[in-house]
């Protein structure tokens, strides 16, 4: 009999930078083209990992920015975070260093896993964002380098490290 454990993982990240499209993939296994901005979207997925069933419940959210203030829901009972940055742009990096703070505060001493995702990898001529440079930010962070159009982000990893 499997151990089935429930994972809340939260997806945040600038606007644009491809949550949607990376939360989507994950869960349906395509890259739909086009833009819609989110509002806020959850999605749920099964896992075995091992033995071990996980019930992961993901949250889709708002593009932010440095001055969003992060509800409660974002902090309670969230087990991870998948930060999302696009290569193209440094904003959105920015953003990311900002929105870590934030969490880093909501959590206080607790550590809770986060996952860096630079998006987008597949527009690398129009890269901004040197990897040296999102490197040093790593020090307690996994970075993934990853275009959901490119099918990249098929490679589930950013999600299911989460759970473990
Ligand atoms: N070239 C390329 N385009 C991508 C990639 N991922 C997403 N996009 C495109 O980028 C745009 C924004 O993608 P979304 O997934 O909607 O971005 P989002 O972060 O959810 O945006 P908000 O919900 O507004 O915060 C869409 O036009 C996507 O098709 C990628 O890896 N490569
Ligand atoms: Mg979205």
Not at 58 to 75: H, K, M, N, R
Not at 122 to 137: A, F, H, I, M
């Amino acid at each position: 009999m499997p151990l089935v454990r429930y994972r809340k993982v939260v997806i945040l990240g600038y606007r644009s930078v491809g949550k949607t499209s990376l939360a989507h993939q994950f869960v349906e296994g395509e890259f739909v083209e086009g833009y819609d901005p989110t509002v806020e979207n959850t999605y749920s997925k099964i896992l075995t990992l091992g033995k071990d069933e996980f019930h992961l419940h993901l949250v889709d959210t708002a593009g932010q920015d440095e001055y969003s203030i992060l509800p409660y829901s974002f902090i309670i009972g969230v087990h991870g975070y998948v930060l999302v940055y696009s290569v193209t742009s440094l904003h959105s990096f920015q953003v990311i260093e900002s929105l870590y703070q934030k969490l880093h505060e909501g959590h206080g001493k607790t550590r809770v896993p986060v996952v860096l995702v630079g998006n987008k990898a597949d527009l690398s001529p129009e890269r901004y964002v040197n990897l040296c440079y999102s490197g040093q930010k790593e020090v307690s962070w996994t970075r993934n380098q990853s275009g959901s159009h490119s099918g990249f982000a098929t490679d589930s990893s950013h999600f299911t490290s989460l759970c473990l």
